[in-house]
C-alpha cells in the first residue's frame, strides 16, 4: 500500500517541480516616459528545474523547493512593486499623490476667508 502511494506522488510531485518561479526587474517602463524612478517594477519568471528522485524524502524536498520558490518570489515581486507604484505616484507629476496635492494647493489658494457678520 505504501508503495502504491509513493508511486502515484511521483507524478504529482514532478509536475509540480518542473518550475521554480523567480523575480525577475521589468526593463520597460510603460507608465510614464518622462518621469524617472529609482525603483523598478517587477515580474515573476517561471524557470525549468528537472531533479532526478527516487526517493520520498527527495520528493517532497523538490515539492517544498517548489512551492517556497512561488511564496518567497512573489512576496519579493509584491513589495517591490508596492514601492514602485508608492514612489510613482509620489515622485511623477501625473502621480495620484501629487495631482491630488496640487488640487488642495489650488482649492486653498482660491478659497477666501470667511468674514464675520455680527
Not at 8 to 24: D, K, Q
Not at 31 to 57: D, F, I
Not at 70 to 95: K, R
Request: some cysteine.
Amino acid at each position: 500500500m505504501r508503495t502504491l502511494n509513493t508511486i502515484s506522488l511521483i507524478p504529482l510531485a514532478l509536475a509540480l517541480s518542473g518550475c521554480m518561479v523567480v523575480p525577475v526587474v521589468d526593463n520597460d517602463e510603460a507608465a510614464s516616459t518622462g518621469c524617472r524612478t529609482y525603483t523598478r517594477s517587477m515580474s515573476l519568471k517561471t524557470v525549468s528545474w528537472q531533479p532526478s528522485c527516487n526517493t520520498e524524502e527527495c520528493l517532497a524536498t523538490v515539492v517544498v523547493i517548489g512551492a517556497g520558490s512561488v511564496l518567497v518570489s512573489g512576496s519579493i515581486a509584491l513589495v517591490g512593486n508596492s514601492v514602485h507604484w508608492l514612489e510613482y505616484q509620489g515622485t511623477c507629476s501625473d502621480g495620484l499623490l501629487n495631482t491630488t496635492k496640487q488640487l488642495f494647493l489650488e482649492s486653498i489658494g482660491n478659497s477666501s476667508p470667511a468674514t464675520a457678520s455680527y
